[in-house]
């Protein structure tokens, strides 16, 4: 059974970073993409950011020039650098990978921001 296992959510101050991991196993195949995702209390999931196996990226407009997205092929791990944090950046963030035509889905970590 696919595994996605995120670490790295936390309590931060506004300004402050945070970098979140997620790490694929028991995948079989390439992993065309792998992002995250936040959901905010109340309000629906959003996509944050999205990386494919070529290394293209995809932002959403409110995290561009903050978050920066990477990942080690070889690892099948993505990661999350968030930078100049804000308190609307409070949420789960959740991890997930694109194999062929499904996705998976990590259990979430919290990224709570204090001001």
Known sequence: QVQLVESG???????????????????I????????????????????AVITSGGSTNYADSVKGRFTISRDNAEKTVYLQMNSLKPEDTGVYYCYALVGISN??????QVTLSS
């Open 9 to 27: 959510g936390g309590l931060v101050q506004a300004g402050g970073s945070l970098r979140l991991s997620c790490a694929a196993s028991r995948i």
């Open 29 to 48: 195949g390439i992993i065309n993409r792998m992002g995250w995702y936040r959901q905010a209390p109340g309000k629906q999931r959003e996509l944050v």
């Open 104 to 109: 998976y889905w990590g259990q979430g970590t």
